[in-house]
Each structure stands twice: as C-alpha cells, then as structure tokens.
C-alpha cells in the first residue's frame, strides 16, 4: 500500500475529496465522447496489430499479457497524455504485471510532462491536477504527482485487462454467446464480412453504447470474475447491516465480491452458468443492476470512477478482438486464478488465434 503513497486509493478527508472532484470532471460523458473514444480506436489499432502478429506467424500469444499493455497504453494516454508504445516495442511489456515497473513508470510519465513543452490547457487528467495549487498556493509537488499517476495505472489496468481476458475465456466455452456478439457488432458497427481496417473508425461513442449485449456478456463476466475479489472499509461508525449484524465503530469490514457475484440466494438458482441474458430487458436493452447487488465496482461515495472509461475501453476491444479472430485456450493450458489483489489469470491465457475471415 506504500506504493500508492497519497494517491486517491490511500487517501481520506481533504485529499480523498480534492482528488476525487478533480478527477470526476476527466470521467464524464462530454470527456469520454470527446477524448476518450479517439484514444480507444488508435489503441484498439495498435491491438489488432500485435494479435494479427501471432495469427498470420502462427504462434502461441498471452492474450492477457497484450491486453494489459493495451490497458496499461490506454490508460496513460488517455489520463496523462503520454503514448508508451509498450505494444509495439519487439520484446512487448512484459514485466505489465510488475507493480514496481508501475512506479518507475509513474516517475517518467510526470518527468516526460515537466520536461516536454505541452499546451497547457486541462484537456486530461495530469494536466489538470498540474494546474492545481495545494492550501499554500503552491504547485503540488512531483512526489504527489506521481502518486496520482500510480494510482490511476494500478486503478485502470489490470482491472480492464483481466476483465476482457476472462470474457475470452468464457467464449471459448459458450460459442453461442460468441457468435451474438459478433452478429451485434457487425450490426451495431454496419461490418460486414472481412472490413476489418474499417472497424476502428466504426467505433465511435454512439456505435459502441450500442453494444448491449457485449456489454451484457462484460457484466456477467465481472458477477463471475470480478477484477476486485475481494475489498475491505473500517467503520467510522457503529451501525447495524440489513440482516440485523451489529457493527461497532473501527470494526474492519470485509466482503467479497467473487462470493456476492456467485450466491444463488443474490442471483438465482443459475448463479453459476455464465448467461449475459440475465442483463438485457425484453426490448434487448442493457438492464444495470444496483450496484449493491453487483458490487464489481464498488457502491457508494468510494465507487469506482472509472467505471464508464472501463466499459467504453473493455467493449471497443473485445469488439475488435471478436470481429476479427477466433481464439481456442492452448490444449493442456490449465486456466487457474492467481491470488492477487486483482484476480488475474495464473500463467496468463495462453491461446491459439486464426483470422476470422480468410
Ligand atoms: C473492469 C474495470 C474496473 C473495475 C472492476 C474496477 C473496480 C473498482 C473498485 C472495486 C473500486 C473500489 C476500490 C476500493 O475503494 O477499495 C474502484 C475504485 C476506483 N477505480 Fe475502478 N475499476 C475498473 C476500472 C477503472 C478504470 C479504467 C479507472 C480509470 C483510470 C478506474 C479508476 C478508479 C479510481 C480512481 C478508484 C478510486 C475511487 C475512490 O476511492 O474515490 N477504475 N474501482
């Protein structure tokens, strides 16, 4: 927890409120629709182009391993303005997974910022904590910086990755749900067979809200896998639980959201099947869940902010990755959790991937 120093994760009262209001303006629908959705189709281009790599070589691809540097290359463009090319570098970024690398990272994305001459107008996330003065009317400092950066890197990455990974997984296993979300892409995103290179610029922020049922099969992915298993508050007061359980001020409370999303007595006797239907409306649309039921994200003040930018992410990438390829988990690959404070993929997802249409 050191790591993530003052940053938005560690922080409480003031700081939590200043890093909170200031973010929030960087997540709404106006920044996603204007920003966000361009840094998506450039990224989802450098994405094709590395899973294009391993189908046309015929080589063994960590699917995992690429989507957190697509995630890890997103989230730095997006929120600080800063192109890594992590995807395109030969060897890739291969240590993406190493919390350490994350903070040197950090340390060079506010460096890069101070040092390369930008127009300063908050059109992202750094710049506008950059222009932001502390009680004293000072700048805030590189250290306090870094701890923003660290913090939206470790909020935005492995969570969105390990989320796109795990629905892979689950289609590799449920070739209907697959083959629905390829009818609605084509549909949604007006493809038809083999117009890959016209797919990025097809995903605009309309076309991809669109996407109801991939964004059904995304939910029912985080119910059964959620990014954050399992997650923990101390009391600030004493209060009572909805099932009468007393809690006393200070008391350390913890759940888990792994359990919550796999409880029949929470979501019915199918708790286990993995079935996006359970997310759509008889007209087809995506039907949200409280988000006390489906605590993926967090509820309450402390939800996460990313939430939206997550989905947007998550959906123009798995669009792609479905429209334009087939995947099957390498036989004798054994898919098992790590335990971590994510829940990635223990030796990642390792697959064999063919051209969808040649
Ligand atoms: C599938 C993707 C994601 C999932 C499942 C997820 C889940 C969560 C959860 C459970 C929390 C609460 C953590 C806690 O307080 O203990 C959280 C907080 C947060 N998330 Fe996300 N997240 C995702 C993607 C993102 C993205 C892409 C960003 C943007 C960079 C982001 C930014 C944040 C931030 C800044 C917080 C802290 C909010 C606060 O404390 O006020 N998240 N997220």
Request: proline share 3%; hydrophobic share 40%.
């Amino acid at each position: 927890m050191e790591l993530l120093g003052s940053g938005i994760f560690n922080a409480d009262g003031d700081n939590w409120t200043l890093q909170r209001k200031t973010a929030v303006h960087e997540f709404s629908v106006k920044k996603l629709r204007e920003h966000a959705t361009a840094v998506f189709q450039e990224q989802v281009g450098a994405l094709v182009r590395q899973v294009d790599h391993a189908a046309m070589q015929g080589t063994v691809l960590d699917l995992q391993d690429v989507l957190m540097s697509f995630t890890l290359e997103s989230i730095c463009h997006v929120g600080f303005g800063v192109r890594l090319v992590a995807l395109t570098s030969p060897d890739g970024y291969t240590e993406a997974s190493d919390f350490a690398k994350a903070f040197n990272l950090a340390n060079q994305v506010v460096a890069e910022r101070f040092l390369t001459p930008v127009v300063w107008k908050p059109q992202d996330l750094l710049s506008r904590f950059m222009t932001m003065r502390d009680g004293n009317g000072a700048l805030l400092s590189d250290a306090y910086l870094r701890d923003v950066v660290i913090n939206f890197i470790n909020a935005g990455r492995d969570t969105s990755a390990g989320a796109i990974t795990w629905m892979i997984y689950e289609l590799t296993r449920n070739c209907h749900v697959e083959e629905r979300i390829l009818e609605e892409v084509m549909v949604v995103l007006e493809l038809g067979q083999g117009e890959g290179e016209r797919l990025a610029e097809q995903l605009s922020f309309g076309k991809v809200r669109k996407l109801n049922y991939l964004q059904a099969a995304l939910s029912e992915t985080l119910r059964l896998h959620p990014s954050v298993p399992q997650d923990r508050k101390t009391a600030v007061d004493s209060d009572v639980l909805p099932d009468g359980t007393q809690i006393s001020r200070g008391s350390l409370v913890v759940w888990t959201a792994y359990t919550m999303g796999r409880q029949e007595s929470i979501w019915g006797p199918d708790a286990l099947e993995f079935r996006p239907e359970r997310w759509l409306a008889p007209n087809g649309d995506y039907k949200a869940e409280s988000s006390y039921k489906f605590t993926a994200f967090q509820g309450g003040p402390r939800m996460c902010i990313g939430k939206d930018l997550a989905f947007l992410e998550m959906k123009a990438a798995a669009a792609a990755l479905i429209y334009n390829y087939r995947f099957e988990v390498v036989p004798g690959h054994h898919v098992k959790y790590e335990i971590a404070l994510t829940m990635p993929i223990k030796h990642g997802l390792l697959v064999n991937v063919s051209r969808r249409w040649s």
